[in-house]
T-cell receptor, first 111, second 114 residues
Framework: DQQVKQNSPSLSVQEGRISILNCDYT??????FLWYKKYPAEGPTFLIS?????DKNEDGRFTVFLNKSAKHLSLHIVPSQPGDSAVYFC??????????FGKGTLLTVNP | EPEVTQTPSHQVTQMGQEVILRCVPI?????FYWYRQILGQKVEFLVS????????KSEIFDDQFSVERPDGSNFTLKIRSTKLEDSAMYFC????????????FGNGTRLTVT
């Protein structure tokens, strides 16, 4: 069951540059999308979300873009910092808060 | 900032034994969840709980699993007779479910079944 896909298992960027993490979904019923960050030995930490009625949501260095026609969302982090190094999970739900997660992308930000 | 807390952080048990994983959700949250992540795999939904009853459960959540909110603060997941394949990180989460409120996760309990 691959309703939420993160096709890049890892991404490496230089400090100060933009990090772009991608996520695709197949279930057109999803109406709420979230990004979580996870450090080792910790639980997922909520970063940013977007409702399906929007195409962009911004919070500081983090921006999430949603392209409903392509069933694609992306997380932009700019500028990237070494402390952003973590696993990033894309998640989606239909409003019942039963989250379906992607497999995650390991982001490494090099100083 | 309020946190979801889970205990223990690591539980080792023998196959066939019962385990109880404990969670203290954020105090003003009304919706509670258990998720799990088997090593190398996705975080998977197990069950959601509201108003003292299960609101939704996944196929994984079979008769060996149960949840309970025994008092006003704790939320527990019980596995009656553990199997090797139950070894995973178990995450508790809670939310207010008001507006766009996200789920807040605990740091997880690593369950190892030997």
């Amino acid at each position: 069951d691959q309703q939420v896909k993160q096709n890049s298992p890892s991404l490496s960027v230089q400090e100060g540059r933009i990090s772009i993490l991608n996520c695709d979904y197949t279930n057109s019923m999803f109406d709420y999308f979230l990004w979580y960050k996870k450090y080792p030995a910790e639980g997922p930490t909520f970063l940013i979300s977007i409702s399906s009625i929007k195409d962009k949501n911004e919070d500081g260095r983090f921006t999430v873009f949603l392209n409903k026609s392509a069933k694609h969302l992306s997380l932009h982090i700019v500028p990237s910092q070494p402390g952003d190094s973590a696993v990033y999970f894309c998640a989606a739900c239909t409003g019942n808060y039963k989250l379906t997660f992607g497999k995650g992308t390991l982001l490494t930000v090099n100083p | 900032e309020p946190e979801v807390t889970q205990t223990p952080s690591h539980q080792v048990t023998q196959m066939g034994q019962e385990v109880i994983l404990r969670c203290v959700p954020i105090s003003n949250h009304l919706y509670f969840y258990w998720y799990r992540q088997i090593l190398g795999q996705k975080v998977e939904f197990l069950v959601s709980f509201y108003n003292n009853e299960i609101s939704e459960k996944s196929e994984i959540f079979d008769d060996q699993f149960s949840v309970e909110r025994p008092d006003g603060s704790n939320f527990t997941l019980k596995i009656r007779s553990t199997k090797l394949e139950d070894s995973a990180m178990y995450f508790c989460a809670s939310s207010t479910r008001q507006g766009d409120s996200p789920l807040h996760f605990g740091n997880g309990t690593r369950l190892t079944v030997t």
